[in-house]
T-cell receptor, first 115, second 113 residues
Framework: GAGVSQSPSNKVTEKGKDVELRCDPISGHTALYWYRQRLGQGLEFLIYFQGNSAPDKSGLPSDRFSAERTGESVSTLTIQRTQQEDSAVYLC?????????????FGPGTRLTVT | AQSVTQPDIHITVSEGASLELRCNYSYGATPYLFWYVQSPGQGLQLLLKYFSGDTLVQGIKGFEAEFKRSQSSFNLRKPSVHWSDAAEYFCAGRMEYGNKLVFGAGTILRVKS
């Protein structure tokens, strides 16, 4: 079946502009995660959604970052007033559930460049 | 603090040689542990995982990893490396309720012919 998809694959924006990144999880996966990967570094957790529960926003680096998810479908990560330090690859992942030992399946990522 | 450490930023091995990538974790209990591989321009692909039970786990592409509680380690191994194994490898741990993964900084593997 289809994997996790993300769009756009690349995004170049000017400093101060807002951007929206989209993630389509695997059908039936109730949990969805956003991570950020800066050049030469590992992945940093940003936020996750599990069904209708309140999202865990503990990884969001500032109030310029927000995310939404409608039910168990698409999620959008929004970065307002982008800064150069926001340049990174943003990866989305989904899994069957958060309780238990279900592995996360990752999308190809969106490469964001802030000029 | 909960963390995952990959001590080697880069490793170069000859094709056909054996490989071991190191991973250490810091956590008060035994986390769930994963190895992922990322090829250029690609997302992360799960190689293998450890939850409990047998401490030697087998994964895809001929990889295996051994969990050693006494050393807080989960090293990845492959007996004979192929040129197509050149990629970046990430060790990750799930250390608390919620399934959030903590990643190491990654090890870039280069394979020379």
């Amino acid at each position: 079946g289809a994997g996790v998809s993300q769009s756009p694959s690349n995004k170049v924006t000017e400093k101060g502009k807002d951007v929206e990144l989209r993630c389509d999880p695997i059908s039936g996966h109730t949990a969805l995660y956003w991570y950020r990967q800066r050049l030469g570094q590992g992945l940093e957790f940003l936020i996750y959604f599990q069904g209708n529960s309140a999202p865990d926003k503990s990884g969001l680096p500032s109030d310029r970052f927000s995310a939404e998810r409608t039910g168990e479908s698409v999620s959008t990560l929004t970065i307002q007033r982008t800064q150069q330090e926001d340049s990174a690859v943003y990866l989305c992942a989904s899994s069957l559930a958060t309780v238990g030992a279900y592995e996360q399946y990752f999308g190809p990522g969106t490469r964001l460049t802030v000029t | 603090a909960q963390s995952v450490t990959q001590p080697d930023i880069h490793i170069t091995v000859s094709e056909g040689a054996s490989l071991e990538l190191r991973c250490n974790y810091s956590y008060g209990a035994t986390p769930y542990l994963f190895w992922y591989v990322q090829s250029p321009g690609q997302g992360l692909q799960l190689l293998l995982k450890y939850f409990s039970g047998d401490t030697l786990v087998q994964g895809i592409k001929g990889f295996e990893a051994e969990f050693k509680r006494s050393q807080s380690s989960f090293n990845l191994r492959k007996p004979s490396v192929h040129w197509s194994d050149a990629a970046e490898y990430f060790c990750a741990g799930r250390m608390e309720y919620g399934n959030k993964l903590v990643f190491g900084a990654g090890t870039i593997l280069r394979v020379k012919s």
